[in-house]
């Protein structure tokens, strides 16, 4: 009787581990349903990353926590400026800190997939980036966010996580950054991997990785100031390409077709993507889908064909513009913008 009250005692006290055997892991907070309070006034930002770390005790005994509040904005607010700063700002901190094992980055889950890829494409480190959210409130009933934080920490803080770029960490499931999309608007297994799968598993007890991240080539944001304009172009049943020739006059110098099936484009919108291509705007072909694949790289698509688009292969339009944004940094040869695209399967 005593030996079990003194094994219950055991397993109910955590104790935390000595310092040096706890990895350092430090989280940038921005925002999100993570930080927020109420599903449908929108008020992301109302809890502070403090408020958010002191909601998961059980952090002390995994890792020891440094912390930042880089915004704490609805991710819907997100811009490419953002990334630029954020990408930075872990670098930065990565370079400075060689004592940390990983970053965790808190962020809304509706636009979390583009800053996460914009990370996974701009990050050089070996240590992991894991990103996480929550798809319900932190007053909310059932709520996900205190067990995808206290998992990001877990991944970001393994050794195993190392080499394979920026990471979602949401409902026990570890997603490639490249992969990830948020295919369910709603529920708490909102993330999915269309065909790829997930890259491992925050299991109770252990951190489990099944196969390697696909390629990808790391872009040197250093020296850039802003990032191109790209736009998104959605096909459907008479679309008339009105859109593609406002992204034109507003200055895009790519935009991403999200188009019907394989890459087929309606009559009225292709004439309206050749036009911008003849003005010397790159033209991207992905799918609206949601999985499957547009041959990639420099060709001939659609029906009746446009010569000289490029496919985006598995990427999905809204990941296809974020590699298109950063392959305009290094060139507008449409060889070459195939070639990245290529490189990035
Ligand atoms: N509105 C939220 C956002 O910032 C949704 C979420 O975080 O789940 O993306």
Request: aromatic share 4%; proline share 6%; glycine share 8%.
């Amino acid at each position: 009787m005593y030996l079990t009250r003194l094994a219950a005692l055991v397993v109910l006290l955590p104790i935390a581990a000595p310092a040096q055997s706890r990895p350092r892991v430090h989280i940038v907070a921005t925002g999100g349903t993570i930080a927020s309070t109420n599903y449908y006034s929108g008020q992301a930002g109302k809890i502070g990353v403090d408020a958010l770390l002191k909601a998961v005790p059980q952090l002390d005994s995994i890792a020891i926590i440094s912390a930042q509040q880089f915004a704490n904005i609805a991710s819907s607010a997100m811009t490419p400026a953002n990334w630029l700063v954020l990408s930075r700002t872990i670098s930065d901190t990565l370079r400075a800190r060689s004592d940390l094992a990983g970053v965790v980055v808190t962020h809304g889950t509706d636009t979390m997939e583009e800053t996460a890829y914009f990370l996974d494409l701009t990050i050089k480190d070996p240590r992991p980036v894991v990103v996480t959210g929550a798809m319900r409130p932190a007053d909310g009933i059932g709520i996900d966010g205190p067990a995808n934080l206290y998992n990001a920490v877990r991944v970001a803080g393994t050794h195993a996580a190392r080499d394979r770029g920026t990471m979602l960490v949401l409902n026990d499931e570890i997603l490639a950054a490249r992969d990830a999309t948020k295919s369910n608007a709603v529920r708490p297994n909102a993330f999915s991997a269309p065909y790829r799968g997930d890259l491992g598993l925050a299991e109770p007890e252990t951190i489990v990785f099944h196969r390697a991240p696909g390629r990808r080539a790391v872009f040197d944001i250093s020296a850039l100031r802003d990032l191109p304009r790209v736009d998104i172009a959605y096909s459907y049943a008479g679309s008339d390409g009105a859109e593609v020739d406002a992204f034109v006059a507003a200055g895009a110098k790519g935009i991403v077709v999200a188009a019907t099936g394989r890459g087929s484009i309606p009559p009225l919108q292709r004439q309206a993507v050749q036009r911008a291509m003849a003005k010397g705007v790159i033209v991207v072909v992905g799918t609206r889908t949601g999985s499957g694949t547009v041959p990639v790289g420099e060709g001939v698509r659609g029906s009746p064909p446009i010569p000289a688009t490029i496919g985006t292969g598995d990427l999905n339009p809204q990941k296809a513009r974020v590699l298109l944004m950063l392959a305009l940094t290094k060139t507008t040869d449409r060889r070459e913008l195939a070639k990245i695209f290529q490189a990035n399967q």
